[in-house]
């Protein structure tokens, strides 16, 4: 089944950083607006970031100025450089393919990489 599949999670002190990476298998991303999700225990998934194919970005304003979304489509491969995390960015996180402008997500879904920031 073709999906994204995410790794680079973590626990993390308050205050460090990550990178996470999501892969597609079995296609191509080049043409597509992927983004990053997250959903933490007892919470909704929420819309993190997405890029479009041609390098529009759009942030939720509790990441913006932390996180930063990029994309090399010669490794088939969108980024997360999670930066000056908190206690609250802990969360499974996801990538699929999204909206720029509402950061809703649509398909490919993965399983995930934990995110845990914790001292």
């Known amino acids: 089944q073709a999906q994204f599949v995410e790794s680079g999670g973590g626990l993390v002190q308050p205050g460090g950083s990550l990178r996470l990476s999501c892969i597609a298998s079995e296609f191509t991303l080049s043409s597509l607006t992927i983004g990053w999700f997250r959903q933490a225990p007892g919470k909704e998934r929420e819309g993190v970031s997405c890029i479009s194919s041609s390098g529009n970005i759009n942030y939720a304003d509790s990441v913006k100025g932390r996180f930063t979304i990029s994309r090399d489509n010669a490794k088939n491969t969108v980024y997360l450089q999670l930066n000056s995390l908190k206690p609250e960015d802990t969360a499974i996180y996801y990538c699929?393919?999204?909206?720029?402008?509402?950061?809703?997500?649509?398909?490919?879904w993965g399983r995930g990489t934990q995110v845990t920031v914790s001292s």
């Open positions: 699929a393919t999204c909206s720029i402008l509402t950061l809703r997500g649509y398909s490919y």
